[in-house]
């Protein structure tokens, strides 16, 4: 991809693309090395400007393959539009039906701001560099305490249990084993972990069984904010959280179901044993749950840094 501009870098094409993109920039590019934050939108020119102008961020896949070979640290400035909007009255954020946040704001639309990352390799001249202008801001993203978020996810490298299929020597039948390993993944942070949880528990004690969405009608109570889990970015880590979530449910809910039951006497007459039931967890992984594939991560043609300019 030619660049003329630092303005001419392509902007991830959602939030999905956003994350795979900076999980394979980590993970492995190996850029550890990071530092962020969010610019006002019509700051943004002059920002990535200032950027370009300090570091190497526009460079091709070969001259980043160059600066290695020269021992100089490769990198890259991710922009994306995070929909952050700050109210100049109390900056209360609010977040969406699908967890992006959006913060109420003035009608002029005024102030929004744009969120940025910059990654680096091992290298002279990176963020690793003591003699660089932000080495006191740079982070590692392996480290304890400069993990990347954005929004309700953290990049970590963690550990899973990998399947494989192998041939059993004694009955000659393939034999699923587990492996341990370990990679990089996104998985919710542990504080929206816990509200969801607690989400989960009032939409019980409120005896909201609830409904899932339909092509007019928003879902809601437990079966709709368990479908809304459903539909967020499938990484691993994200993956075993939502079934957790569900299995959370499950248990929260047998002790209410015959409750709910028997405010719902005409619902249990139609329904039978099905009354208030919620998705086995079988179905759940089989139908609902796809394991995440690489995703195409611009848009063709890209959107671009200078079409967020205003």
Request: charged fraction near 25%; hydrophobic fraction near 35%.
């Amino acid at each position: 991809m030619s660049i003329q501009s630092a303005l001419d870098l392509p902007i991830p094409r959602n939030l999905t693309a956003l994350l795979q993109h900076l999980q394979r920039l980590v993970g492995r590019e190996q850029h550890r090395y990071w530092c962020g934050g969010t610019v006002p939108v019509q700051k943004l020119g002059a920002f990535v400007t200032k950027m370009h102008d300090r570091y190497p961020i526009a460079r091709t896949m070969r001259g980043r393959s160059y600066d290695r070979r020269r021992g100089r640290a490769p990198m890259h400035l991710v922009v994306y539009p995070l929909e952050f909007r700050w109210c100049a009255d109390s900056g209360t954020r609010t977040r969406t039906q699908k967890g992006t946040p959006r913060v109420r704001t003035a009608a002029s639309g005024e102030d929004q701001r744009v969120a940025w990352w910059i990654l680096a390799g091992e290298g002279v001249g990176g963020l690793h560099d003591a003699s660089v202008p932000d080495a006191h801001i740079s982070r590692d993203a392996m480290s304890a305490d400069g993990h990347i978020t954005v929004l309700d996810y953290v990049l970590l490298y963690a550990h899973k249990r990998q399947p494989n299929s192998v041939l059993d020597s004694r009955t000659g039948q393939p034999r699923r084993i587990y492996k341990d390993c370990s990679t990089w993944t996104w998985k919710l942070r542990s504080e929206v972990l816990a509200e969801l949880r607690n989400e989960i528990d009032e939409c019980c004690a409120r005896l909201e069984y609830g409904s899932e969405s339909s092509s007019d009608r928003r879902g809601w109570g437990l079966r709709g904010m368990l479908e809304s889990q459903r539909s967020r970015p499938l990484f691993s880590g994200v993956r075993t959280q939502v079934l957790d979530l569900h299995r959370h449910a499950r248990d929260a809910w047998e002790s209410r179901r015959p409750l709910w039951c028997a405010l719902h006497p005409d619902l249990l007459h139609r329904y039978g044993e099905f009354a208030g039931a919620l998705k086995p967890i079988k179905t759940i992984v089989s139908d609902d749950l796809p394991k995440m594939t690489r995703t195409q991560i611009y848009d063709q043609p890209p959107h671009r840094i200078r079409d967020l300019l205003v």
